[in-house]
């Protein structure tokens, strides 16, 4: 039980003895830095509480086999998390080597993507997922024709294999809300309380703090008394962005950041990286993160340049960013941008570019903190941007 946690001994310690136990309350908090591990340990506590074994990561159980695939149906995987650099790198991995691990490795990079986007979560009450359903199944065809077993195919067939899973996958992490919707939320809740069956259900929730105040106040109901047989796990960067009202009621697990030396060896072992080429799995991820399209760095260029003119007239392509998650994407985009400018200029304006930087992160911050409209940021940060040229 929880041998795949790497180098959180302390928390795979407390955990493993709170589930033998019957010790695990009914909702928990997974917090600390990111890439320490909490998502790993999320669904591993999921595995543990539905096996009917001992819970070891090699059970045989009908259970813990699904679960090891992420393909049980008595969990859901709610919440934001850009899962494309992993699974870039997972994809490059299975590149090299096409032994079972690092076809799991791929297979659980991809469904903890795919995953977010099960029925249940969306209660056919979203336009998106109905858009990106065909390529949806295809992702989810293709994903389940590399689990081990399956015969893989060679060559360019295997590169046209892993290149169209890496690009759908970029699509469709596109589609996934930046913060959680109260509709999740609530879709969530009449699971727990009236789905079928007696096996244990467990609910994960991504990216907690990244809720607006309807999702929160919906959540806590849930955690009030969450229903009979389940357990709600919490996953966090930032616990101090989360409700008081809501850490009050989940036991935190609390995690630490790896040693470099840690790091080094989940490279190593996990994807198969010579440790000595990267500063840490920060560095190594950055590597695989997929940037913002060129259209909109085209975009984010127009912008910029029509607010330090003064133009009058709010540049098109900014007016039809209506989305949330577009409006990242968009600030990524112009934080890039900026960063570009300021490397190619000889003489660069250091205050006015920590500035712009600044309001930019400010940008993000109310969009994923305060859920403000997406056309309200964008025009306050155009006006703040104006004749700094």
């Not at 679960?67 to 590149?95: C, K, Q, W, Y």
Request: hydrophobic share 40%.
């Amino acid at each position: 039980m929880f041998e795949n946690l790497l180098h959180q001994d302390s928390i795979a310690g407390r955990l493993r003895h709170d589930v033998a136990e019957g010790m695990l309350p009914p909702a928990i908090l997974l917090s600390g830095p990111s890439m320490a591990g909490k998502l790993t340990a999320a669904l591993e506590v999921a595995r543990a509480l539905s096996c009917e074994e001992d819970a070891r990561w090699n059970c045989p159980c009908s259970h813990c086999r699904s679960h090891r695939a992420l393909a049980n149906p008595h969990t859901l995987l709610a919440g934001f998390r850009d899962m494309t650099p992993e699974i870039s790198a997972s994809a490059e991995v299975l590149r090299r080597d096409d032994s079972d691990a690092p076809r799991f490795l791929l297979v659980r990079s991809a469904r903890k993507l795919l995953r977010r986007f099960d029925p249940v979560l969306w209660g056919g009450d979203e336009k998106k997922p109905v858009k990106a359903r065909a390529m949806m199944e295809r992702l989810a065809a293709t994903v389940d024709n590399i689990l081990p077993g399956k015969a893989l195919p060679e060559g360019k067939k295997l590169e046209k294999l892993l290149d169209s899973l890496v690009d759908d996958c970029a699509v469709l992490q596109k589609s996934l809300p930046s913060v959680l919707p109260v509709s999740q939320v609530r879709h969530i809740t009449s699971w727990a309380v009236h789905s079928a069956g007696t096996d244990h259900k467990t609910v994960i929730i991504d990216g907690a703090d990244r809720m607006p105040d309807a999702s929160r106040n919906a959540l806590l109901k849930f955690l009030e008394e969450p229903p009979a047989g389940t357990t709600a796990i919490l996953i966090s960067d930032r616990k101090a962005m989360l409700l008081p009202t809501i850490v009050s009621r989940l036991r935190d697990y609390s995690f630490r950041s790896r040693r470099p030396a840690e790091e080094a060896e989940v490279l190593r072992r996990v994807f198969r990286e010579d440790e000595k080429r990267w500063n840490g799995l920060k560095e190594y991820f950055r590597a695989w993160k997929i940037g913002p399209s060129e259209r909109m760095m085209e975009s984010a260029a127009a912008f910029l340049d029509s607010a330090r003119r003064s133009d009058s007239e709010f540049p098109s392509e900014a007016a039809e960013i209506k989305d949330q998650s577009d409006l990242i994407v968009f600030l990524d985009a112009l934080g890039s941008e900026l960063r570009r400018r300021w490397l190619d200029t000889d003489t660069p304006n250091h205050r006015r570019s920590a500035m712009e930087v600044d309001g930019i992160r400010q940008a993000r911050v109310r969009a994923e903190s305060l859920n403000l409209p997406s056309q309200l940021i964008l025009r306050g940060l155009y006006l703040s941007f104006g004749g700094k040229g």
